[in-house]
């Protein structure tokens, strides 16, 4: 419990110091033209009150993610806990944050273009076919989870109410949310579902507090793995746990609501401050997971941690807890956790999507026929994707998803040395997270399979070799 507390409250001082810091560094002014204003389109581009901003960023960037992940994360151990707390303030949060300040610095512009112009046009090439083919993913994704989470969660009554019933109509609603303008349905529905979401967080955490059960605390060998599966902390943990630390889809958020955004001085409640609050969603779910899987009846001698792994889906253990500790109201919320959310991250990834494929083809979309005709293949694709069995795609989605985070993260440190501001706040992160992505590839099971040692060593390779050809490129900008 100790460990637990002090986390949050390193959470909420990351904020009040860390982020200052990284503030400062991008010195953000009241008179900086926004992109609401100067490109007001009446679709994207539109001012919106702050906290409306705020709550929308929150839930388009959490979704299921900080759930789920914390909960599969925190089969490690208490490094769960030093995980989340140190990559959402010094990695995460910074991410999202100069991911929304690029954006609004070069007139509102998507994640392959910010990427393309600091790194370079085969990199924009890059990222733009990565970024809608990782959105199309997500989408099609969280199209089908909660399609199937609600035949499971509904009576048995022919088509009505069956997978494919709410296949339809959660697809229908994601047509409806990409085309719309992101007042009329998205920044009216997400405020709502966003605070349901904070409130169900907090209901949690009342639980951790109040509850019998078991914790581990930063003393119950941090950097040994109790996964009981035996799997490596470093690099596994740091992909299993991605919302909630650090998430690469979050940089196809953020310039969402960049475009909304009335004064650059708002960038840091808004992006950082929506990251500290997604870590502090995933810190309790990690902790309520642990200590309520301890109460369970289970084999003699076993550990919370074998005693969670055998609930399985994440699913499961959110509906149990919820139920469990807040009765009738959580059961509510619980739907809400496991269907709504990530339905507001899957229309948030097409529309993500429409406006990447805008932005590449010069294409305005004040007109709704010109929306239209960029959803169309994109919701063509994902209808066919919908009859693809996910089995064995969706497990390279979490590293690809890091990936992503660890380029912008490399573009970021660019940016800020182009402008002579103090780069270490993104290159530090940057070196680490490539560490990460290059060694789990090498070393998953749904990548090269090959030992440990081998991955972490080509980890430590690459992060050298980038980092050497940052320190060259420096010398070269005046």
């Excluded at 151990?77 to 910074?94: D, S």
């Amino acid at each position: 419990m100790i460990t637990f507390s002090v986390s949050l409250l390193c959470l909420l001082l990351g904020y009040l110091l860390y982020g200052a810091i990284v503030e400062r560094v991008v010195r953000p002014s009241s008179t900086t033209p926004m992109p609401c204003y100067t490109k007001r389109d009446g679709v994207d581009f539109i001012p919106m009150p702050t906290w409306r901003v705020f709550l929308i960023q929150f839930l388009n960037i959490a979704g299921t993610g900080p759930i789920f992940g914390a909960i599969m994360g925190i089969l490690f151990g208490p490094a769960a806990y030093l995980w989340i707390v140190l990559g959402c303030i010094f990695a995460g949060a910074v991410h999202d944050y100069l991911c929304g300040m690029i954006c609004i610095r070069q007139g509102g512009i998507s994640l392959p273009e910010i990427i393309g112009n600091e790194l370079g046009e085969g990199m924009r090439l890059v990222m733009r076919i990565g970024a809608l083919v990782l959105l199309v993913l997500v989408g099609a994704v969280f199209v089908t989870t909660p399609a199937a989470l609600l035949d499971n969660m509904t009576p048995d009554r022919g088509w009505f109410l069956s997978n494919g019933f709410w296949l339809v109509v959660i697809f229908l609603y994601f047509i409806l949310a990409t085309l719309l303008p992101i007042d009329k349905l998205i920044g009216r529905v997400y405020p709502l579902f966003g605070l349901a979401l904070l409130v169900m967080a907090l209901g949690i955490c009342w639980g951790i507090f109040t509850k019998e059960g078991w914790m581990p605390e930063i003393t119950d060998a941090p950097f040994v793995t109790h996964h009981p599966k035996g799997l490596p902390i470093f690099p596994m943990l740091c992909i299993t746990i991605a919302c909630g630390a650090i998430s690469g889809f979050h940089g196809t958020q953020s310039p969402l609501m960049a475009r909304c955004l009335t004064n650059e001085r708002l960038g840091r409640p808004v992006f950082y401050g929506a990251m500290i609050t997604e870590g502090v969603v995933a810190l309790i779910w990690a902790a309520a997971a642990i200590k309520f899987a301890s109460m369970l009846p289970g084999e003699e001698g076993a550990t919370a941690y074998e005693k969670l792994a055998a609930l399985g889906n994440p699913a499961i253990v959110v509906k149990e807890i919820s139920v469990g500790w807040m009765g009738a109201v959580g059961a509510i919320l619980a739907i809400l956790g496991v269907v709504a959310a990530p339905i507001t991250s899957g229309d948030t990834a097409f529309r993500s999507a429409r406006l990447i494929l805008a932005d590449f083809l010069h294409l305005n979309q004040k007109n709704i026929w010109k929306r239209l005709l960029l959803c169309l293949p994109l919701f063509v694709i994902t209808t066919g994707l919908f009859f693809i069995d996910f089995g064995v795609l969706w497990r390279y989605f979490a590293w690809t998803n890091q990936t992503l985070a660890c380029i912008m993260l490399w573009a970021a440190a660019v940016w800020l040395r182009k402008q002579k501001k103090f780069y270490w706040i993104a290159l530090l992160p940057a070196l680490f997270m490539t560490v990460v992505c290059t060694s789990y590839i090498l070393i998953a099971p749904e990548g090269f399979g090959l030992s440990l040692n081998i991955g972490l060593s080509a980890g430590l390779a690459m992060m050298v070799l980038l980092g050497l050809l940052f320190a060259i490129k420096k010398q070269s900008i005046k």
